[in-house]
T-cell receptor, first 114, second 111 residues
Framework: NAGVMQNPRHLVRRRGQEARLRCSPM?????VYWYRQLPEEGLKFMVY????????ESGMPKERFSAEFPKEGPSILRIQQVVRGDSAAYFC????????????FGQGTRLTVV | DAKTTQPNSMESNEEEPVHLPCNHS???????IHWYRQLPSQGPEYVIH???SNVNNRMASLAIAEDRKSSTLILHRATLRDAAVYYC????????????FGQGTELSVKP
């Protein structure tokens, strides 16, 4: 059973371009979470999705950021018109349920905006 | 949201036990206590979780105070590979089913 797969592992974008980060949850998991970790800082919750639904997006910046988790395929975190401040590690996690089960994290996508 | 308080950093010697404390005085009755760790340049890794009773697994033990206002993660024999940031997190319906990470405790292990 493969773990949570994130790709790409490293992504370089010029200012103003779009970044698309992909996350394939563990098999059988329908809950996906995205986190951002700025250099030398802690993990910040961004968004929580279940298949085809956004459950909680309280941590998502209001502009330029969007997330989806379609019925088929990976979850996508999309950042439009990237700026240097978007440079960070983005982690995805999945779980089979909430609250009383463990979440499994991917290795992250390290986004660098030049 | 219920908060947790952990020391910023701790040191341990290799092959000795480590006790990582966490205070969560505002915990609610339905909050689970989770521990995760993050090794350098990696994603967080689940360690252990519990509700009321002490828990053991292959990685660690979790000791939960009777009033549930504090807990301790116990690594029985620290190795150099245990050097990481350890996060104590309350997870429950009050948190909307998501994990909210604090600053954690940075554990260093000396050979």
């Amino acid at each position: 059973n493969a773990g949570v797969m994130q790709n790409p592992r490293h992504l370089v974008r010029r200012r103003g371009q779009e970044a698309r980060l992909r996350c394939s949850p563990m098999k059988g998991h329908s809950h996906v979470y995205w986190y951002r970790q700025l250099p030398e800082e802690g993990l910040k919750f961004m968004v929580y999705l279940q298949k085809e639904n956004i459950i909680d997006e309280s941590g998502m910046p209001k502009e330029r950021f969007s997330a989806e988790f379609p019925k088929e395929g990976p979850s996508i975190l999309r950042i439009q018109q990237v700026v240097r401040g978007d440079s960070a590690a983005y982690f995805c996690a999945s779980s089979g349920a909430t609250v009383n089960t463990e979440a499994f994290f991917g290795q992250g996508t390290r986004l660098t905006v030049v | 949201d219920a908060k947790t308080t952990q020391p910023n950093s701790m040191e341990s010697n290799e092959e000795e036990p480590v006790h990582l404390p966490c205070n969560h005085s505002t915990i609610s009755g339905t909050d689970y206590i989770h521990w995760y760790r993050q090794l350098p340049s990696q994603g967080p890794e689940y360690v252990i979780h519990g509700l009321t009773s002490n828990v053991n697994n292959r990685m660690a033990s979790l000791a939960i105070a009777e009033d549930r206002k504090s807990s301790t993660l116990i690594l029985h024999r620290a190795t150099l590979r245990d050097a990481a940031v350890y996060y104590c997190i309350l997870a429950g319906f009050n948190q909307g089913g998501k994990l909210i990470f604090g600053q954690g405790t940075e554990l260093s292990v000396k050979p």
